[in-house]
């Protein structure tokens, strides 16, 4: 088990940019599969970004390509998601979950076995 914690949310305009970080913590790993979700309200909680063990692959959700961009730095144990050009939508509390068991991508949450406990990303318009 990993325990993780999310920062560097807030307050934004629209057009913004943000950057989000996931500490890994405890019997850490540096190879796991990591990703970021998010919530936002009244709606289930939806796929943003996964970064695979290696750093070397990522997925990002259709409504976040080309906007947000997920990496990892191994010897900090930290993945961060950088996101740019944030839209009123984009509005909700982000999680960072990672799966110690596997390495390749994936994109549920049911895969994903730890989380954090959640950072608030607000943008206006």
């Known amino acids: 088990q990993v325990q993780l914690v999310e920062s560097g949310g807030g307050l934004v305009q629209a057009g913004g940019s943000l950057r989000l970080s996931c500490a890994a913590s405890g019997r850490t790993y540096s190879n796991y599969l990591a990703g970021w979700f998010r919530q936002a309200p009244d709606k289930e909680r939806e796929f943003v970004a996964a970064i695979d063990c290696s750093g070397g692959r990522t997925d990002y959700a259709d409504s976040v390509k080309g906007r947000f961009t997920i990496s990892r730095d191994k010897y900090k144990n930290t993945v961060y998601l950088q996101m740019n050009s944030l839209k009123p939508e984009d509005t909700a509390v982000y999680y960072c979950?990672?799966?110690?068991?596997?390495?390749?991508?994936?994109?549920?949450?049911?895969?994903?076995?730890?989380w954090g406990q959640g950072t608030q990303v607000t943008v206006s318009s």
């Open positions: 979950a990672a799966n110690l068991l596997v390495c390749g991508l994936r994109s549920t949450e049911t895969e994903y076995f730890d």
